[in-house]
Antibody, heavy 121, light 109 residues
Framework: EVQLVESGGGLVQPGGSQRLSCAAS????????MHWVRQAPGKGLVWLSR????????SYADSVKGRFTISRDNTKNTVDLQMNSLRVEDTGVYYC??????????????WGQGTLVTVSS | QTVVTQEPSLTVSPGGTVTLTCASS?????????PNWFQQKPGQAPRALIF???NKHSWTPARFSGSLLGGKAALTLSGVQPEDEAEYYCLLYYDNSYFFGTGTKVTVL
């Protein structure tokens, strides 16, 4: 059974840092792209970042570029999101998501349950 | 910045049919945008329904189908059930990035 379990959420002050982690199980982790998605309270979904299976390629949404860093450890089956210079508008539930990319297909399938980050003084 | 627009809300009767659309500010949505669709109920994580325009996951009910319609991605719910009441989001891939739609609240009434 595929499982994605996020951790690391909590209350952080504006300008502070937080590190989120997602533990994956039930599949060959290194074969998949992994993404992070955020949802502010009562709002829609926002794509944040992605990392390829071997970690050699990654990309970010403009809103977090230069502040957030995605990384993965294929020996531990984890993908992390290091968040620096946090702003009030970064508040939300952060989801870890599995994606399969083929020659003519993009398949977003499994989501974690999410972890809540609250940026407030 | 790319903006992906969906209908804010739609209402459908049980057993009826409703079509949700997903438009991009960049122009017509094609299969090369690899549209994905998700359902989200209150307090829950999103659940994947459709990938790469028309493909269903193993758990996707048969009454859900994806297509391209008039330059937009579309999700059609046929024979709507009360449990289909939820928020629905599309996701497009464009210019090495991903963009979620604004979401459609579907009410079954």
């Amino acid at each position: 059974e595929v499982q994605l379990v996020e951790s690391g959420g909590g209350l952080v002050q504006p300008g502070g840092s937080q590190r989120l982690s997602c533990a994956a199980s039930g599949f060959t982790f290194s074969n998949y792209w992994m993404h992070w998605v955020r949802q502010a309270p009562g709002k829609g979904l926002v794509w944040l970042s992605r990392i390829i299976g071997d970690g050699s390629f990654l990309s970010y949404a403009d809103s977090v570029k230069g502040r957030f860093t995605i990384s993965r450890d294929n020996t531990k089956n984890t993908v992390d999101l290091q968040m620096n210079s946090l702003r009030v508008e970064d508040t939300g539930v952060y989801y870890c998501v599995r994606v399969t990319v083929g020659s003519s297909s993009v398949e977003v399938d499994y989501w974690g349950q999410g972890t809540l980050v609250t940026v407030s003084s | 910045q790319t903006v992906v627009t969906q209908e804010p809300s739609l209402t459908v009767s049980p057993g009826g049919t409703v079509t949700l659309t997903c438009a991009s500010s960049t122009g017509a949505v094609t299969s090369g945008y690899y549209p994905n669709w998700f359902q989200q109920k209150p307090g829950q994580a999103p659940r994947a329904l459709i990938f790469s325009t028309t493909n269903k996951h193993s758990w996707t009910p048969a009454r859900f189908s994806g297509s391209l319609l008039g330059g937009k991605a579309a999700l059609t719910l046929s024979g709507v059930q009360p449990e289909d009441e939820a928020e629905y989001y599309c996701l497009l891939y464009y210019d090495n990035s991903y963009f979620f739609g604004t979401g459609t609240k579907v009410t079954v009434l």
